[in-house]
C-alpha cells in the first residue's frame, strides 16, 4: 500500500466526504422511512470509516493536505459533468495560451511544414526533433506514424 495520495485519489475521498455530509442533509427530511435512514446511516458510517483507515494510512502531508482541501473545496459530485467542465476549462486555456503565444504557434508550424514534411530521418539524430522534445510541443495530425520521427509526415 503506498502512503500518499494523488490529485485523483485526494479528489475522490473528499467527494465521498461532501457526500456524506449530503446523506446527513438528506437525513433531515420527513421523506425517508425507518428502514431507508437505517441503510443511509450505515453507507454514511461505512464511508467514512474509510476515509479515516485512508487517512490513518497515508503520510502527515497527504492527510494534512487532505483536510484542508476537504474543508475549503466545493465538488462536484456529478462525476461525468466534472469531466465536461474540467475538458471545457483545458480548451479554454489552450485557445488562450495559443491567442497569446500567436507568433510562436506560427514559426513552429513554419518549421514544421518545411523540415518535417516528407522527412526519413531518425528522431533522435534530429536536431529539430530534439528542440521540439525540448519545447514539448506535441506532434500534429496527419503524422506518419510508421517512420522513427514522431514529427514527420507525408505531404
Request: proline content about 0%; charged content about 35%; aromatic content about 10%.
Amino acid at each position: 500500500m503506498k502512503d500518499y495520495l494523488n490529485t485523483a485519489e485526494r479528489e475522490n475521498l473528499i467527494r465521498i466526504v461532501h457526500l456524506s455530509s449530503d446523506i446527513e442533509t438528506c437525513l433531515e427530511g420527513n421523506v425517508l422511512n425507518k428502514q431507508e435512514i437505517g441503510n443511509l446511516r450505515r453507507a454514511r458510517t461505512f464511508a467514512m470509516k474509510t476515509v479515516e483507515s485512508v487517512l490513518s494510512r497515508v503520510n502527515e502531508t497527504s492527510a494534512k493536505t487532505f483536510r484542508r482541501t476537504a474543508t475549503s473545496s466545493k465538488m462536484t459530485l456529478d462525476i461525468y459533468g466534472d469531466r465536461e467542465i474540467n475538458f471545457k476549462k483545458k480548451v479554454a486555456e489552450y485557445s488562450a495560451k495559443y491567442d497569446e503565444n500567436k507568433e510562436y504557434y506560427k514559426l513552429v508550424e513554419l518549421i514544421f511544414d518545411n523540415c518535417c514534411k516528407n522527412c526519413k530521418c531518425d528522431g533522435f539524430t534530429c536536431d529539430i526533433y530534439k528542440e521540439f522534445e525540448n519545447q514539448c510541443i506535441y506532434e500534429f495530425d496527419g503524422t506518419d506514424k510508421s517512420t522513427n520521427c514522431r514529427y514527420s509526415y507525408k505531404g
